[in-house]
T-cell receptor, first 109, second 115 residues
Framework: GNSVTQMEGPVTLSEEAFLTINCTYT??????LFWYVQYPGEGLQLLLK?????DKGSNKGFEATYRKETTSFHLEKGSVQVSDSAVYFC????????FGPGTSLSVIP | EAGVAQSPRYKIIEKRQSVAFWCNPI?????LYWYQQILGQGPKLLIQ????????DSQLPKDRFSAERLKGVDSTLKIQPAKLEDSAVYLC?????????????FGQGTRLTVV
């Protein structure tokens, strides 16, 4: 079946550190891939997406590249800020959306 | 632009009681979703509406959960009777298109605790 696996959290980083949150997937067919973010006390928001292999999604300094050969969609940011503290969800869509379990990120000054 | 509105924000009930959640999507959005998010897990789709018709309810526990979207706007999700394992955050989302690659906008959710 279709599934999404994310690195376990919580992840704690110092401000300006490099961020990678790993995401791998299993899917039949050709899924679209998404990263959603949930800031404290707020609803889920779409962060970025990629709809086909080798596409790179980017937003707010975050990037992720759709790697079909490794079935991965890792989220990266070169320099995190305290305001990036949130829970990040990787998701895929084939016939329905499947979310990963989420990775909590805390950025400390 | 107003976002997706949900109420109540929090609800505590005893097992075997019933509960209802309300969602008002973004104006003009034809597609509405209800998700269940259990603590430590990602959201799981319960039901998807296109206007007032059900597109997908394959993961809705129909023996106790029901949902409706009268007039293709607001929606309610009901649980009757509730079980302890129904404790979760219930998220409503809406989208301008049934194309699942179209961005869905989420409400803040209703946190349900069943005791």
């Amino acid at each position: 079946g279709n599934s999404v696996t994310q690195m376990e959290g919580p992840v704690t980083l110092s401000e300006e550190a490099f961020l990678t949150i790993n995401c791998t997937y299993t899917a039949t067919g050709y899924p679209s891939l998404f990263w959603y973010v949930q800031y404290p006390g707020e609803g889920l928001q779409l962060l970025l997406k990629a709809t086909k292999a080798d596409d790179k999604g980017s937003n707010k300094g975050f990037e992720a590249t759709y790697r079909k050969e490794t079935t991965s969609f890792h989220l990266e940011k070169g320099s995190v800020q305290v305001s990036d503290s949130a829970v990040y969800f990787c998701a895929l869509i084939v016939d329905k959306v499947i979310f990963g379990p989420g990775t909590s990120l805390s950025v400390i000054p | 632009e107003a976002g997706v509105a949900q109420s109540p924000r929090y609800k505590i009930i005893e097992k075997r009681q019933s509960v209802a959640f309300w969602c008002n999507p973004i104006s003009g959005h034809a597609t509405l979703y209800w998700y269940q998010q259990i603590l430590g897990q990602g959201p799981k789709l319960l039901i998807q509406f296109q206007n007032n018709g059900v597109v997908d309810d394959s993961q809705l526990p129909k023996d106790r959960f029901s949902a409706e979207r009268l007039k293709g706007v607001d929606s309610t999700l009901k649980i009757q009777p509730a079980k302890l394992e129904d404790s979760a955050v219930y998220l409503c989302a809406s989208s301008s298109s049934a194309n699942m690659n179209t961005e869905a906008f989420f409400g803040q959710g209703t946190r349900l605790t069943v005791v």
